[in-house]
């Protein structure tokens, strides 16, 4: 095993400073190091999204990012981002729209819906469907979701 | 509509988006080792020698010996051992366990163990298969005298493959064992289940054994034979180690060793009489069961109880077997031997129109099951069945017919081929035959609780043992309670199954949560209110089931009613192919669904649109080979479920047709939306291609092949 390496970066909001093992992964430092259990691991091979949080604003998935890449970019989870307004008005669409069931899936697609609405506040079906291609959820069928991230989008342009 | 249909907020919609609800994956306990198992990396062998290196302090081997009752996991059947004994008999099965603070460290002992074997034969699929573990037979009529006297003789076989479940949360559990008690939590569907197999598989008494459900990332039938087999596996290394143990499947592991949906074989011959009227049917069903019977026999049960479908046959004779192949298990998943059956059901009809010159739409409306008609085991369909009311709320929102007609014109070269199919399900809802009333015995509690608030006095606590997954049971329940005592659905509280705490009410599969459990419920509901309302001290109100008297079953000939309520579902699915690729597209997808009274009309349609969504692909681009016992595609890169990209919407429709016996007319539906869908791509397929499809999942490489 290689000794630990002192990983900073700034983790939803505050400087984060690990000591750790290099062989680690985003992932593994942010549920096991940061006991922030909410970013999920579906598949830890980059496939399923349930382990979604935005580096330097964009959607990536952090099991498979090595965690020494990611020093000093600034990383927000669901932890940082369930604190803000936007996670409000987007759990709330979620919550109304039906598209929480089992749930494995919701913190990761509530990321990748973040990332989408900052980037294009108001995305059509085809540019939803795309956004959130990287996600799977097995439980809905996706119809549900999509009609959350519409009327997410509908509110947030109402609220501004 | 009923009032209780309309749609309320999930409450546990905002833990989970706020990734506060916890998994199992999430929970840590002080002083907790992790396991992993050594699985086999043969197909079929006898164990000769195990070779293992010395160990780091705090670190054991777990294997087959570490069980002071049986080292077998009761799932239906008692004959899937925790850990190999002398002989592995499929790919992946346990043979060890290194337990210990480091998961990586645990991980490389198990590398460093070598296991010498004596490799065996290996039967790798249905086709080879001899040996099975159940054989039954049903006789409806008198098939043998209608293929004597036949006009015509109509043969066709069709072939589902395996499915994997795909919950989003791999499994997972963490037994402890301290001061003589056993307490085992994980992901799971049945409490009670596990609970009975560690009292088989431990000397500890059942008193001292506790299970607790973890917050359940899906499981579609995934978690209900498993989980068991984990969660011995755990207890073995914490009653071993004094210590908590904790094992969370990877990704990979998960979808190599756990069980999956058994694939079909299915020969029917169809006998039309002289006047051209089918007369009767005789079904070949097989089924691969992988190496252990474990619960295939009742998976074998459902599918030929369902044969023909929706359909009425006069005369059949059917014949289940479940064959004994070197793989892992075959399991539950959502529809339960249905799915398998309902494919060759409509295929063959679909089949049998084109050798007569009908429309298939039209044979099928000609034979769909009326009230009181018989079904296979010669039950009786006591309610009134609507498919024609629902067969024209399809039409009209899907434009079949039209559209049917118009693909049947012949497309030019290179021109996308289009097509349209329909199919009819049925689905018996609860348990099958007299296994409610014998084997189950739900027993339901609910506790009167005071609150101090000016709505309500009581705060009403539901104890049962079925288990929130994903499904909506924890808020659809509560609204059963609620409505019954005319109180808001605050003033109620689901508790999480722990078998300290929760009475048995039974397994939360078959469809029968809210069919059985949530009637036992409005029962103890009512009653309880009674109590309240008239000052009794009494605040608990408990109700178990008892089978009403009109249902008759006898076990040992399958005869009479196998369920005591259906399901009925009509889907269309539209599809395009490419004449180039012959890439399928589905390009529309409606359902219209009779499960009773809806109890919340949005949680039934999510459970809808994500079981349909799971049915397109199981007949589209889901496809897991075995490849030497092990499944060739273990990932999810190479095993794909859909993305937002892959189907339409579902558009959904329901009707109401209140069931008596199910709380406020509610019958079973978290099944039906895997029932019918795959039918209907084949349908559509077929007309696309002008050709029948007879197998699933349909790739464009069997569609190029064929099409040369
Ligand atoms: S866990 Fe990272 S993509 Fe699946
Ligand atoms: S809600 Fe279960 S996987 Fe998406």
Redesign the interface.
């Known amino acids: 095993m290689n000794p630990n390496v002192i990983i900073e970066f700034t983790l939803d909001g505050k400087k984060a400073r690990f000591e750790t093992s290099p062989e680690k992964r985003l992932l593994d430092v942010l549920r096991e190091d940061a006991g ?10 980059g ?2 999204g ?1 382990c979604s949080v935005l580096r330097n604003g964009r959607l990536v998935n952090s099991c498979s990012i090595p965690v020494i890449a990611v020093h000093g970019d600034d990383i927000l ?3 940082g981002f ?1 604190r803000t307004e936007s ?1 409000r008005i987007i ?1 709330d669409s ?3 729209a ?1 598209a ?8 990761g697609f ?1 990321m990748a819906t973040a990332a989408l609405l900052n980037e294009n506040p108001t995305p059509d079906e085809g540019e ?3 956004a ?15 009609e959350a991230v519409k009327s997410a989008a509908a509110r947030m342009a109402g609220s501004e | 509509m009923h009032k209780i249909s309309t749609s309320t907020l999930r409450p546990d919609s905002k833990t989970k988006s706020s990734g506060r609800a916890e998994y199992i994956s999430d929970i840590e306990l002080p002083d907790m080792l992790h396991m992993v198992i050594l699985s086999a990396g043969i197909q079929h062998g006898k164990i000769l020698k195990k070779t293992i290196p010395p160990l780091p302090v705090g670190y054991h081997i777990i294997g087959s010996g570490d069980f002071s009752g049986i080292n077998k996991a009761t799932i239906v059947a008692q004959d899937w051992p925790f850990f190999a004994e002398d002989e592995v008999v499929y790919y992946g099965q346990p043979v060890l366990a290194v337990v210990g603070s480091d998961k990586i460290e645990c991980g490389n002992i198990c590398s460093k163990i070598i296991i010498d074997y004596e490799e065996l034969p290996a039967v790798s699929t249905i086709d080879e298969a001899v040996e099975f573990f159940n054989d039954y037979t049903i006789v409806k009529g008198k098939p043998d005298e209608c293929f004597k006297s036949a006009g015509r003789i109509l043969e066709n076989t069709y072939r589902t493959g395996m499915q994997e479940q795909a919950y989003m949360e791999p499994q997972g559990m963490i037994a402890e064992f301290s001061g003589g008690r056993l307490t085992v939590r994980g992901s799971m569907q049945c409490p009670y289940y596990i609970k009975n197999s560690l009292n088989n598989a431990f000397d500890i008494g059942g008193d001292n054994i506790r299970v607790i459900q973890t917050e359940t990332g899906g499981a579609f039938g995934g978690k209900e034979d498993y989980p068991s087999i984990l969660a011995g596996q755990t207890a073995a290394a914490a009653i071993v180690t004094g210590k908590p143990v904790k094992l969370v499947m990877d990704r990979r592991s998960d979808m190599l060793i756990t069980p999956k949906r058994h694939p079909s074989l299915i020969r029917i011959r169809t006998a039309v009489d002289q006047s051209g009227r089918i007369s009767a049917m005789d079904i070949d069903c097989r089924l691969d069961a992988g190496a252990y019977e474990s619960l295939s026999g009742v998976v074998l049960e459902r599918a030929i109880f369902i044969c023909t479908g929706a359909h009425n046959i006069e005369n059949i004779r059917v014949r289940g077997r479940s064959m004994k192949t070197n793989h892992v298990p075959s399991g539950a998943f959502r529809g339960f031997g249905g799915p398998q059956a309902l494919f060759a059901a409509e295929m063959n009809m679909y089949y049998a129109a084109l050798e007569l010159g009908v429309k298939p739409v039209d044979l099928k409306r000609r034979y769909q099951y009326r009230q009181g008609d018989r079904s296979v085991t010669g039950g009786t369909f006591r309610d009134d069945i609507k498919l024609d009311q629902m067969f024209d709320i399809i039409e009209r929102a899907s434009d079949y017919s039209r559209k049917y007609k118009e693909y049947e014109r012949p497309s030019s070269p290179g021109e996308r081929r289009r097509g349209i199919g329909i199919s009819y399900a049925a689905h018996g809802g609860a348990f099958t035959g007299s296994g409610e009333q014998e084997i189950i015995k739900s027993l339901v509690r609910l506790k009167a609780e005071p609150a101090e608030n000016e709505d309500f006095k009581h705060f009403i606590r539901i104890l049962v043992s079925n288990v929130e997954m994903g499904q909506g049971a924890s808020t659809t329940l509560r609204k059963i309670v609620a409505e019954t005592m005319g109180l808001p659905l605050e003033a109620v509280i689901y508790t999480v199954p722990d078998t300290d705490v929760v009475p048995d009410s039974g397994p939360t599969v078959a469809s029968r949560t809210i069919m059985i459990v949530g009637k036992l419920l409005q029962d103890a509901a009512e009653e309880l209110k009674k109590n309240i309302d008239s000052g009794s001290p009494v605040l608990t109100a408990e109700k178990r089931y008892v089978h009403p008297e009109e249902f008759e079953w006898d076990e040992e000939t399958f005869k009479g009613d196998a369920y005591p309520a259906y399901s009925w579902s009509i889907n269309v699915v539209e599809v395009e192919v490419d004449p180039i690729t012959f890439e399928v597209s589905i390009t529309g997808s409606w359902g219209v669904y009779d499960v009773g009274t809806a109890i919340d009309l949005r949680i039934l349609k999510g459970q809808m649109q994500g079981g349909t969504a799971q049915s397109l692909a199981y007949s589209t681009i889901e496809r897991m080979e075995m490849s030497g016992g092990r499944p060739a595609q273990a990932s999810f890169t190479d095993y794909t479920i859909p993305t937002t990209l892959d189907f339409p919407d579902t558009e959904c429709f329901f009707i109401d047709n209140p069931y008596r016996y199910g709380p406020f007319g509610a019958k079973a539906a978290g099944e039906l939306p895997n029932e019918g869908p795959a039918g209907a791509v084949a349908a559509a397929v077929s007309q696309a291609v002008g050709r029948i499809i007879t197998e699933i999942p349909v790739t464009p490489e069997m569609l190029e092949a064929a099409s040369r």
């Open positions: 922030i259990k909410g970013v999920k691991e579906g598949c830890g091979e496939e399923c349930a989870t669901i932890e369930s996670y759990s979620y919550a109304e039906g929480v069931q089992c749930g494995f899936c919701t913190p509530i939803i469907r795309k959130l291609s990287g996600n799977l959820c097995r439980c809905t069928g996706y119809t549900m979701i999509i």
